[in-house]
Nanobody, 120 residues
Framework: QVQLVESGGGLVQTGGSLRLSCKAS????????MAWHRQAPGKQRELVAS???????NYDDSVKGRFTISRDSAKNTVYLQMNSLKPEDTAVYYC??????????????WGKGTLVTVSS
């Protein structure tokens, strides 16, 4: 099995910064792509940022210029650097990682989520 452990959430003031981490553990050959999603109170889950294997990134318009998705392949870890945080960024953030298994299958895995709260 593959497990994703998220960390870095917390409480910050408007304009502050947080860095979320998502570490993949288990048996797999490689990570193909990864993404961060979030679900705000009373809202539907939405895609925040994604990165393909070749490094092409995609961001929701609401976070462009403020958030940056990155990876450390040696550590099997995906990051989301969040700057200039706004109260509307308050949500549970979920990591999603697509991996290639030892059987050459491509599977997606989800983390349990980490809470980000931005106060005004």
């Amino acid at each position: 099995q593959v497990q994703l452990v998220e960390s870095g959430g917390g409480l910050v003031q408007t304009g502050g910064s947080l860095r979320l981490s998502c570490k993949a553990s288990g048996y797999f050959y490689s990570i193909n792509d990864m993404a961060w999603h979030r679900q705000a109170p009373g809202k539907q889950r939405e895609l925040v940022a994604s990165m393909a294997r070749g490094g092409v990134t995609n961001y929701d318009d609401s976070v462009k210029g403020r958030f940056t998705i990155s990876r450390d392949s040696a550590k099997n870890t995906v990051y989301l650097q969040m700057n200039s945080l706004k109260p509307e960024d308050t949500a549970v953030y979920y990591c999603k990682v697509g991996v290639v298994t030892p059987n050459y299958d491509r599977l997606d895995y989800w983390g349990k989520g980490t809470l980000v709260t931005v106060s005004s």
